[in-house]
């Protein structure tokens, strides 16, 4: 199975095309790689920081789809499926966690080619700012977790990792710095 043709994927690799060079000036250059998976076998998980029109408040998305059988993903919903998503900072030998997110209207979902979820917060940049005070780049990866209960097992996965550095004043309120809606 193609990644392209997972749900996800198409969304953000479009939107990465369109809005990459749209980063504030005075944010630093981004990285293209936020998504994480292993190869297509299966999943892709991702994570989007925009900010939003309020200055210094920045909307964390982290998506993830689970390439599955259509029935399979329905089976893990209708059983309740316990989604949920941590967002961490990361500075190597320690990580940091930073907020729960909450589950997107509309989903999860199933589909041909298996479990879609997206779960997102509003958050201020004092929460992104990982490393106050350091001036150091921030580092911020989520994981997505549901429970399968086929297996009876949590199931996670960790999204890539945005490097950005989240100042206060620097590009909220408006201004797109990972991907853009």
């Given at each position: 199975m193609k990644l392209s043709r997972l749900p996800l994927v198409p969304a953000v690799a479009g939107a990465l095309i369109l809005s990459f060079g749209a980063a504030s000036a005075q944010a630093a250059p981004l990285p293209q790689q936020r998504c994480a998976n292993d190869?297509?076998?299966?999943?892709?998980?991702?994570?989007t920081v925009t900010s939003t029109s309020t200055l210094n408040e920045y909307?964390?998305?982290?998506g993830q789809d689970a390439i599955m059988s259509p029935r399979y993903a329905q089976e893990i919903i209708d059983h309740g499926g316990q989604f949920r998503a941590t967002l961490w900072g990361d500075d190597g030998s320690r990580r940091t966690w930073l907020a729960d997110l909450e589950l997107k209207p509309g989903w999860p979902a199933a589909g041909p080619d298996g479990l879609g979820v997206e779960l997102v917060r509003?958050?201020?940049v004092t929460v992104l700012n990982e490393d106050p005070g350091s001036?150091?780049?921030?580092?911020?990866?989520?994981e997505i977790t549901y429970f399968d209960y086929h297996v009876g097992l949590n199931v996670t996965h960790r999204t890539g990792t945005v490097r950005h550095s989240f100042v206060a004043g620097s590009d909220g309120g408006g201004s797109c710095v990972v991907v853009c809606p």
């Open positions: 190869g297509g076998i299966s999943f892709n998980a991702c994570l909307e964390v998305t982290a509003r958050l201020p001036g150091d780049e921030d580092e911020l990866y989520a």
